[in-house]
């Protein structure tokens, strides 16, 4: 589970800036909304709050950024990604880190960049312990060979095996060693090492990140006739006149007449890098782009698979293709993956996750989120306008974040949890008021008037 994201000096966020899941001791309040590790509480939701380029998509953009350089190094775009308010930031270091748990442990890795320069500088991973301290696993400075902690003791073969894949990647720039160690490799489950696989694995698999315009997950929901009855009945339940889903098996020269050729180009290579970076015989994803929805299979030395959704409307006995649908019933597909998922563990990161939607709607799929969940390892944040769910009875104040730029035009995020708000405090009104700062702050416009 996600225990906190740090960013700093990125795009809009200048100085160090945390989102962090960990509950406040003093709420009673939605207990069902917290997971219990060792001796740590951690919440299962983040809303996040903030006027129009506050830097809330910034937010979830980091979390792309983290998996785009663990994937492909540091991208040849990055070099402007650094926070453009102050003119020092430009040769000044970015820093991105992200605490999390896989099974029972506690793991901080991170990793330093000169973006201007596409420089990484340092990278780390250590495992925190109950009492405060950690453990260093592995640490990268510079150009140097990474290091293990010295709390890491190794057999004579797995020192060699190390020693080997470190020295190799010394003088590496643009790439993280994190990515390096999972690259074709593999670790025996007693592995000392497995530890780089854990981390990795996590990261890449069990954060998935849906922006307003792309959907991509590796879910099963679609491949299967089970899976598509629970997905027609549990689409009913948001009145949208969607009665019935089926898929239909297309060609790639189908798809390619269904969206651009660069598009189709960059899916299938971003499936090809992922099967070689997890060293799997096949991959299966669905994607939502451009008003299209596809799942596609492929297997080794096997011809792709490739699918498209096909609905029915009440009793008729036409079929309409995904892309006749509204804008809002689109957008519930993007989601529905989160109702239906069995995967534990996963922490989904959605930006404006209320686009397209109805309030009613927006606050159904909520209840039903944390309904599905209960009481599982699942985590869900996301960033919205939507103020009719800012209310005690859905969300516990210490799981409501608010973004907000400065006067030197930098994001700084906050928790609701400061404001020690009363239990029967109407939040939504407080926030559109301006007490808890994060809207929009209008200035005068004067129309010039003809004579």
């Not at 990125?10 to 060792?38: A, P, T």
């Not at 209008?442 to 003809?450: I, N, R």
Request: glycine residues 6%.
């Amino acid at each position: 589970m996600l225990i906190k994201v740090l960013i700093e000096n990125y795009k809009s966020f200048d100085k160090n800036e945390e989102l962090l899941m960990i509950s406040s001791s003093k709420m009673q309040g939605n207990k069902n909304h917290r997971v219990k590790i060792k001796q740590t509480q951690l919440l299962k939701n983040a809303i996040v709050y903030g006027a129009n380029a506050s830097g809330k998509s910034n937010l979830v953009s980091a979390f792309v950024f983290i998996k785009n350089v663990l994937m492909e190094g540091l991208p040849v775009g990055s070099v402007n990604d650094f926070c453009r308010s102050r003119q020092e930031n430009k040769t000044r270091e970015s820093i991105f880190e992200l605490q999390f748990t896989v099974g029972d442990t506690f793991y901080a890795y991170g990793f330093s960049a000169i973006l201007s320069q596409r420089k990484i500088t340092e990278e780390w991973l250590y495992e925190l312990m109950q009492d405060g301290g950690s453990h260093q696993l592995f640490i990268r400075e510079g150009s140097n060979k990474p290091l293990l902690g010295e709390s890491i003791k190794l057999s004579a073969a797995e020192k060699s095996r190390f020693d080997i894949y470190s020295e190799d990647f010394a003088g590496q720039d643009t790439r993280l060693f994190l990515t390096e160690m999972n690259r074709g490799k593999k670790y025996a489950e007693n592995s000392k090492l497995s530890f780089f696989s854990e981390a990795f694995g996590w990261i890449m698999n069990n954060i998935i990140v849906i922006n307003p315009n792309i959907g991509i997950s590796n879910t099963e929901t679609y491949y299967n006739d089970e899976s598509l009855d629970n997905i027609s009945r549990l689409i009913q339940t948001f009145d949208t006149g969607v009665t019935e889903i089926r898929t239909r098996k297309i060609t790639i020269d189908e798809m390619g007449k269904m969206i651009p050729a660069e598009v189709v180009q960059s899916i299938f290579a971003n499936l090809k890098t992922q099967m070689q970076m997890t060293n799997l015989p096949g991959i299966q994803m669905t994607w939502r782009v451009e008003g299209v929805f596809f799942n596609i299979r492929i297997k080794e030395n096997s011809e792709p698979e490739i699918t498209t959704l096909v609905l029915r409307h009440g009793r008729s006995v036409f079929d309409f293709s995904f892309s006749e649908e509204s804008d809002g019933t689109k957008r519930l597909f993007d989601l529905i993956d989160m109702l239906l998922t069995d995967r534990p563990d996963t922490v989904f990161v959605v930006d404006e996750l209320e686009r397209s939607l109805h309030p009613k709607l927006t606050e159904h799929f909520l209840k039903l989120f944390m309904q599905a969940h209960d009481g599982i390892r699942m985590q869900l944040v996301f960033t919205t306008h939507e103020d009719t769910i800012m209310d005690q009875s859905l969300f516990r104040r210490d799981e409501i974040w608010f973004v907000e730029r400065d006067s030197d035009n930098a994001s700084k995020i906050y928790s609701l949890d400061r404001f020690k708000e009363r239990y029967d405090k109407k939040l939504s009104k407080a926030y559109l008021e301006g007490r808890y700062g994060a809207i929009p702050v209008f200035k005068q416009f004067s129309f010039p008037k003809g004579e």
